[in-house]
């Protein structure tokens, strides 16, 4: 019952603005997409720390999650509008990923300025997560690739992300994109993993100075 009132409260806050985002966003919901999520949802309220950025003063936690869902799906095809392949199934992993979790469930307000750094900062982590879990498996000798990359430690996610971002635009046609955004890695595939990632850096040692010049060429 929690969860099909939240839902409902969700699909009336999409259907007042049919924008292409909140299409997405509709028939993830009603595809049952979201419920994991939606049944932690609590009922805290946000408040502005701007005065009258929002007419009745705040914001419902079913509207600020949709303003956080929506930031998730706007960034995503802002940041890596040219992967062509499998979009909607990268797009559900991010979504579903633990680490989406920290933007969901956030209460600050994506209006405040000062949340731009930080929430950027979150995207950038749950990007990269999945990806950096399979380095750390892999079998693959990538030390010469992380130094040409200037990548000094896996953990500073900045550089990984430029690293994900060069990666993904030399494979954005290829269905094995969507084995760097999937956190269902364990012992059991690990090979299967390692196989795909190895296509994946192949096809970007071939590409990536010729990915490296559209980059500089165009607004990243």
Same mark, same amino acid.
């Given at each position: %019952?929690?969860?099909? !009132?939240?839902?409902?409260?969700?699909?009336?806050?999409?259907?007042?603005?049919?924008?292409?985002?909140?299409?997405?966003?509709?028939?993830?919901? *009603?595809?049952?997409?979201? +419920?994991?999520?939606?049944?932690?949802? +609590?009922?805290?309220?946000?408040?502005?720390?701007?005065?009258?950025?929002?007419?009745?003063?705040?914001?419902?936690?079913?509207?600020?999650?949709?303003?956080?869902?929506?930031?998730?799906?706007?960034?995503?095809?802002?940041?890596?509008?040219?992967?062509?392949?499998? @979009?909607?199934? *990268?797009? +559900?992993?991010?979504?579903?990923?633990?680490?989406?979790?920290?933007?969901?469930?956030?209460?600050?307000?994506?209006?405040?300025?000062?949340?731009?750094?930080?929430?950027?900062?979150?995207?950038?982590? %749950?990007?990269?997560?999945?990806?950096? !879990?399979?380095?750390?498996?892999?079998?693959?000798? %990538?030390?010469?690739?992380?130094?040409?990359?200037?990548?000094?430690?896996?953990?500073?996610? !900045?550089?990984?992300?430029?690293?994900?971002?060069?990666?993904?635009?030399?494979?954005?046609?290829?269905?094995?994109?969507?084995?760097?955004?999937?956190?269902?890695?364990?012992? @059991?595939?690990?090979?299967?993993?390692?196989?795909?990632?190895?296509?994946?850096? +192949? @096809?970007?040692? @071939?590409?990536?100075?010729?990915?490296?010049?559209?980059?500089?060429?165009?607004?990243?």
């Amino acid at each position: %019952m929690f969860l099909k !009132k939240k839902k409902e409260k969700i699909k009336k806050i999409l259907e007042e603005k049919y924008t292409e985002t909140n299409i997405i966003i509709y028939f993830l919901l *009603i595809n049952h997409k979201l +419920d994991n999520i939606i049944a932690s949802l +609590d009922d805290v309220i946000v408040i502005p720390e701007i005065a009258n950025t929002i007419k009745k003063g705040y914001l419902t936690s079913e509207e600020q999650f949709v303003e956080m869902l929506k930031y998730i799906i706007d960034t995503f095809n802002n940041e890596f509008w040219f992967i062509r392949s499998n @979009r909607n199934i *990268i797009l +559900d992993c991010l979504i579903n990923s633990k680490e989406a979790r920290e933007i969901l469930y956030s209460k600050k307000y994506l209006g405040d300025n000062q949340y731009i750094d930080y929430f950027f900062g979150l995207f950038q982590k %749950m990007m990269v997560h999945s990806f950096q !879990k399979i380095i750390i498996h892999s079998t693959i000798d %990538m030390d010469m690739f992380l130094r040409e990359s200037h990548l000094d430690s896996l953990r500073d996610e !900045k550089k990984l992300y430029a690293v994900l971002k060069l990666i993904c635009l030399c494979n954005c046609t290829s269905y094995q994109l969507i084995y760097l955004f999937d956190s269902n890695l364990d012992k @059991r595939n690990k090979h299967f993993y390692t196989m795909q990632l190895e296509i994946i850096l +192949d @096809r970007t040692y @071939r590409l990536k100075n010729e990915a490296l010049g559209f980059m500089e060429n165009c607004y990243f």
